[in-house]
């Protein structure tokens, strides 16, 4: 269940909810998934309503987000032009992004209450791997 | 940052919260912590208030438990005896549990709101390795 429509080598990746009479299931990551690159560190982020984190660009890290409560909009842009690709997911869209390294990443919080994303990374967090831009090196919409 | 209380080999291991104004960050699992043993699966589950899922036995799993919203009180047992030993964890006890295989596991929900458990498991979910046993086995309190 990919969505082939996304650059840059990012995947989409529908995930199953299971319900449950006294919690629902939610899929996030086997290691048998072809977007599995290794198992570094998993890590929550959070972002606020309007708010917009980035630019981040990972050299080493792939990126397996899932954003399991709110709505999410990612912004992928892959350097070599000023064009940037968004695409949102969450609770009403819910799936995987996995992103290459070499591709720069902001992200803006959509729902007003918790944007709650899981980062199941390849490798643990690293300040060398990756490189900071300023939010208005590239615009998002 | 070990909790040495906890019977039949848990861990509790106590997490980072990171505060960022656009949206905190959360640590759960790196693959250098001692209580990592390998990746086989991440899933998200939920229980609702009042409700208590289980029981139910990994052979092979080790569990990684990180309740990023509301509270979730865990059951163990290791059933040599009917005692349970319970602990709760969740956004205001901020940490990790790790079980190994061989423990009677059943879980409640206390939050009022959302109550989320990340699992990050060490295998893969495979419905022959588990055993299931009625709420009834052992009586939680």
């Known amino acids: 269940m990919k969505d082939s429509d996304l650059p840059y080598g990012i995947e989409f990746t529908r995930l ?9 299931i939610f899929h996030a990551l086997k290691a048998s ?12 982020t959070t972002v606020n309503v309007g708010e917009t984190k980035g630019w981040k660009l990972h050299q080493k890290m ?20 000023e064009e940037v690709y968004s695409f949102s997911i969450g609770s009403d869209n819910y799936g995987r992004l996995t992103v290459p390294a070499g591709i720069w990443v902001a992200f803006s919080g959509v729902g007003k209450d918790i944007n709650l994303v899981l980062n199941l990374a390849s490798i643990e967090h690293d300040p060398n791997e990756s490189i900071n831009a300023p939010l208005e090196r590239f615009s998002v919409n």
Chains 1, 2 share one sequence.
């Open 16 to 24: 199953k909810k299971i319900s449950h009479p006294k919690g629902d």
């Open 33 to 44: 998934d072809t977007s599995f690159k290794g198992f570094g560190e998993a890590y929550f």
């Open 62 to 81: 792939v990126l397996n987000l899932v954003a399991i409560l709110g709505e999410v909009k990612f912004h992928f842009c892959n350097g070599n032009s």
